[in-house]
T-cell receptor, first 110, second 114 residues
Framework: RKEVEQDPGPFNVPEGATVAFNCTYS??????FFWYRQDCRKEPKLLMS???SGNEDGRFTAQLNRASQYISLLIRDSKLSDSATYLC???????????FGKGTMLLVSP | SQTIHQWPATLVQPVGSPLSLECTVE??????LYWYRQAAGRGLQLLFY??????ISSEVPQNLSASRPQDRQFILSSKKLLLSDSGFYLC?????????????FGNGTRLTVT
C-alpha cells in the first residue's frame, strides 16, 4: 500500500459544483495531516490543516477518519480559480518530514 | 513574518556540469529545512532535510548532496548532473522542534539538464 494515495484525476466540474477529494494513508501512527494546493508550474501552498474533529474554512471542509486512515476535502460552490492540483499530505510519524500524495487535478469550467 | 527565498528560478545545464541551488529563510530561527524534487507529471519526492546546522538527512541515494552552512541557509549541490536530475526543485521550511508542522515552500527552481 502506498504511503499516501489519492483519487486519480483530473476532475472536471462546472462552476458552482461541489467536489470531494479523497485520500488514504498507510501509517496508522501518523498524527498530522494537511491539504495543499499547487497551481501549474508553481510551488505547493498550504490550503488547510486537517483536525480530528473536522474543520471548515469558507467553502472548504476537511475531515479525518483515523479508523479508516482516510482524509477528505470538500469544496463547495466551485470557482474557476479553484482549478489546481490538490495534494494530500501526511506526517511521516516519528520524523520531521511530510509525505505528499501525487495530487488530484481539478478543472473548473464556466 | 517569515519568508523563504530560492534561486535561480530557472536553470538549463548540460550533462556532467555542477549544480548549486541556494535557499534562505528569514524571520525565524532554527527552522527545519527541506529539499524536494518534482519530476514532470510526478509527485513530490523528499531529497534532504535538516533539523540544524550541519545536520543533513538524505532520503534518496543519488548524485546530489545538501549542506547547511548557516542556520537559515540550505544548499543543494551536484558535482556532475545527469539527465534524470531534470525537474522542479523546491526548498521548504517548517517550525523547528514542531513535529507535524506544515511546510512552507519557496518559489522553486526549474532545472533542465540537456
Amino acid at each position: 500500500r502506498k504511503e499516501v494515495e489519492q483519487d486519480p484525476g483530473p476532475f472536471n466540474v462546472p462552476e458552482g459544483a461541489t467536489v470531494a477529494f479523497n485520500c488514504t494513508y498507510s501509517n496508522s501512527a501518523s498524527q498530522s495531516f494537511f491539504w495543499y494546493r499547487q497551481d501549474c508550474r508553481k510551488e505547493p501552498k498550504l490550503l488547510m490543516s486537517v483536525y480530528s474533529s473536522g474543520n471548515e474554512d469558507g467553502r472548504f471542509t476537511a475531515q479525518l477518519n483515523r479508523a479508516s486512515q482516510y482524509i477528505s476535502l470538500l469544496i463547495r460552490d466551485s470557482k474557476l480559480s479553484d482549478s489546481a492540483t490538490y495534494l494530500c499530505v501526511v506526517e511521516h510519524s516519528g520524523y520531521s518530514t511530510l509525505t505528499f500524495g501525487k495530487g488530484t487535478m481539478l478543472l473548473v469550467s464556466p | 513574518s517569515q519568508t523563504i527565498h530560492q534561486w535561480p528560478a530557472t536553470l538549463v545545464q548540460p550533462v556532467g556540469s555542477p549544480l548549486s541551488l541556494e535557499c534562505t529563510v528569514e524571520g525565524t530561527s532554527n527552522p527545519n529545512l527541506y529539499w524536494y524534487r518534482q519530476a514532470a507529471g510526478r509527485g513530490l519526492q523528499l531529497l534532504f532535510y535538516s533539523v540544524g546546522i550541519g545536520q543533513i538527512s538524505s532520503e534518496v541515494p543519488q548524485n546530489l548532496s545538501a549542506s547547511r552552512p548557516q542556520d537559515r541557509q540550505f544548499i543543494l549541490s551536484s558535482k556532475k548532473l545527469l539527465l534524470s536530475d531534470s525537474g522542479f526543485y523546491l526548498c521548504a521550511w517548517s517550525v523547528g522542534q514542531g513535529q507535524g508542522s506544515p511546510l512552507h515552500f519557496g518559489n522553486g527552481t526549474r532545472l533542465t539538464v540537456t
